[in-house]
């Protein structure tokens, strides 16, 4: 079974500031890894998908890496912005299509 | 507009009751999964569904029931055997294992 780690737990930053969360897994043989913002009291939203055969995506101030090998996905956010701040979950699946697994999260405060 | 539908957003249950959470989806998604989020636990997974008439145990199937009888809808009952229900619980679906997961709003269930 997928482990997957999120570190920091939680992280305040100024606002402008650039960061990075940090996701680990166990199994190499990862398929999919999803990054996910969640709101407080609120479903999740998706916010990056790398496929199996992908090393990073792009959307927008956001960019997520993955390295298989080293069982490390990362998320950059660039110049954070007070409505940045929410709760930011990573996710990974095997191509058992079982279902994903999740990290405890990283709970995100941008001051302004 | 495709989606995922939860209802209700809020449901409190009596020791001793059944309850059943619905999960819909116009998104022609094949899969569907139920989840449960307690503070501090991340998400864990109850049940899933890969095709009609067919559903698998997740992590913490104990004192959940589930049924596929249509695409669209994956409701699930939360019995008298679990004896923790309260929690925030999450449906998700997806259309196969080349593509991301999509999240309903929640369903926050509390016994009183």
């Known amino acids: 079974k997928q482990e997957v780690t999120q570190i920091p737990a939680a992280l305040s930053v100024p606002e402008g500031e650039n960061l990075v969360l940090n996701c680990s897994f166990t199994?190499?043989?990862?398929?999919?890894l999803q990054w996910f913002r969640q709101d407080p009291g609120k479903g999740l939203t998706s916010l990056l998908l790398i496929q199996s055969s992908q090393r990073e995506q792009t959307s927008g101030r956001l960019n997520a890496s993955l390295d298989k090998s080293s069982g490390r996905s990362t998320l950059y956010i660039a110049a954070s912005q007070p409505g940045d701040s929410a709760t930011y979950l990573c996710a990974g699946d095997s191509n058992s299509g079982y279902a994903l697994n999740f990290g405890k999260g990283t709970s995100l405060l941008v001051t302004p | 507009d495709g989606g995922i539908t939860q209802s209700p957003k809020y449901l409190f249950r009596k020791e001793g009751q059944n309850v059943t959470l619905s999960c819909e989806q116009n998104?022609?998604?094949?899969?569907m999964y139920w989840y449960r989020q307690d503070p501090g636990q991340g998400l864990r997974l109850i049940y899933y569904?890969?095709?009609?008439?067919?559903?698998q145990k997740g992590d913490i199937a104990e004192g959940y029931s589930v049924s596929r009888e249509k695409k669209e809808s994956f409701p699930l009952t939360v019995t008298s055997a679990q004896k923790n229900p309260t929690a925030f619980y999450l449906c998700?679906?997806?259309?196969?294992?080349?593509?991301?997961?999509?999240f309903g709003s929640g369903t926050r269930l509390t016994v009183v």
């Open positions: 998104l022609n998604h094949d899969a």
């Open positions: 998700a679906t997806r259309t196969d294992l080349s593509y991301g997961y999509t």
């Open positions: 199994d190499s043989a990862i398929y999919n």
């Open positions: 569904s890969q095709i009609v008439n067919d559903f």
